[in-house]
């Protein structure tokens, strides 16, 4: 893997259209968010659907939310009816493009993951991934600090037993619990049924059930880097469909908001927030990407704060 930053920077793909009209990330800038797509669907297993058009598909939705820049080049945001106010304002927003997966070598992509999000920290507040299939994580959290706290919001626990030396997407967490760089993985939103022997957590993985649940170990992690997974299975797949392996029952995009606002407020630092399963296809029509492009504004206006 090539770690010169400029032959990295080459390495991925520009799109024609950029996530909400954004400008291309640019080295010499500074940002209060960039976007970075991983189309992968390499841990994929047991659908039919694919996760690789994820990025794409946000883009295209995104059209209808183009980001206006004032004259100083920050950006103005966008006024939210349902919140009263405006969200992301005077905030810097870039596209960085997309990981660049080769298919013949998928490894060595999965591999420049943590070379690309490390590149991008360096000029970036807070780091916008969007997936790709939930084995990335493996890849993104290596790219983040040492002492990383994972906060995993996902309907499942993704901790089968590890087969292999590649982990996916259903067994993603039983490979992040060995990483030493990983100080804790608190998870939320896990529901439905599995048969009942399964593995124990490491002492480390906490499963929480409550918002109280919540906030009081954020609160406890509060002076550690942090990475927010979520996994959009999360969401009502009646509200939701375009996923993988859809659950009944499940959140609202706001509840997932108002989660994340919760967590800032309970003292999260949060330097990258990854979005993955996204798996739209045909069908479904334009209106779960919209939704998506949405709820990408509104999750990172909730990580950043007020300006
Ligand atoms: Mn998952």
Known sequence: VNCDPAALDRLRRKP???FCNADRWDPLCSYDMTLLGIPSDCGMVGSSRS???GPSALR???????????????????YDYSLGRAILPSRRIADAGDVQMRRYRPLDSLEEIPLHVRRLRENTKLLVLVGGDHAI?????????EGLVLLFVDAHEDATAMAGDLPHNG?????????????????????????HQ???????????????????????????????SIDIDVLDPVLFGSV???????????????????????????????IVEFAPVAEDGPLPAVTLAQ????????CLGAT
């Open 16 to 18: 024609s259209v950029s």
């Open 51 to 53: 996760t690789a058009v």
């Open 60 to 78: 295209s939705a995104s059209r209808i939310f183009p980001s206006v820049t004032d004259e100083d080049g920050s950006g103005i945001g966008w």
């Open 137 to 145: 994580t493996y890849f993104t959290a290596q790219g983040l600090d």
């Open 171 to 195: 067994n993603v967490v039983s490979f992040l619990e060995q990483r030493s760089e990983i100080s804790a993985i608190l998870q939320f939103g896990l529901r439905g049924l599995v048969p």
């Open 198 to 228: 399964r593995r124990q957590p490491a002492p480390h993985r906490k499963i929480l059930r409550t918002r109280e649940q919540w906030c009081e170990a954020v609160r406890e992690n509060r002076d550690r880097p942090m990475m927010l």
């Open 244 to 274: 993988a392996s859809p659950s009944p029952g499940g959140m609202t995009p706001a509840e997932l908001v108002n989660l994340v606002v919760d967590a800032r407020e309970a003292g999260a630092r949060i330097q990258a927030l990854e």
């Open 295 to 302: 709820l990408v504004l509104r999750l990172a206006d909730a």
